[in-house]
């Protein structure tokens, strides 16, 4: 209960700063943004973002499947499902930034 309170918390925050940070880029480029997002400080609050969104959602997840799943065997079926998508999800969402921090040519 108390994680998705911190974890949401931090997501508006982190969400306000990503949204504030495009916009103060106005009608910039794609060249323009990927060197915003690959400065230090940048790279690092959207790895911080993309790890606590992908948190809250595992989270909030876990609660709706151990709500209203009945049979023990299927709910953990889902859970491991859920929690093998996120960990995917949140990795390739980390490397993505990863990629546009270090330069990495797509």
């Known amino acids: 209960w108390y ?5 949401g918390m931090a997501l508006v925050l982190l969400g306000a ?7 103060t880029l106005g ?5 323009n943004v990927v060197e915003w997002l690959g400065s230090p400080g940048a790279s690092a609050l959207a790895v ?15 609660v709706v499947i151990e709500d209203y ?6 709910r953990l079926a889902v859970l ?9 999800a949140a990795a390739i969402g ?3 930034v990863l990629r ?3 330069g990495v040519p797509a």
Request: hydrophobic letters at 65%.
């Open 48 to 62: 911080i973002l993309v790890l606590t969104t992908a948190y809250h959602a595992l989270l909030g997840l876990q």
């Open 94 to 96: 980390v490397l993505a």
């Open 17 to 23: 700063w990503f949204v504030l940070g495009l916009a």
């Open 69 to 74: 799943v009945a049979d023990n065997g299927t």
């Open 3 to 7: 994680a998705q309170r911190v974890t």
């Open 80 to 88: 491991l499902v859920v929690k093998f998508a996120l960990v995917v």
């Open 27 to 31: 009608g910039a480029t794609h060249g």
């Open 100 to 102: 546009i921090a270090f």
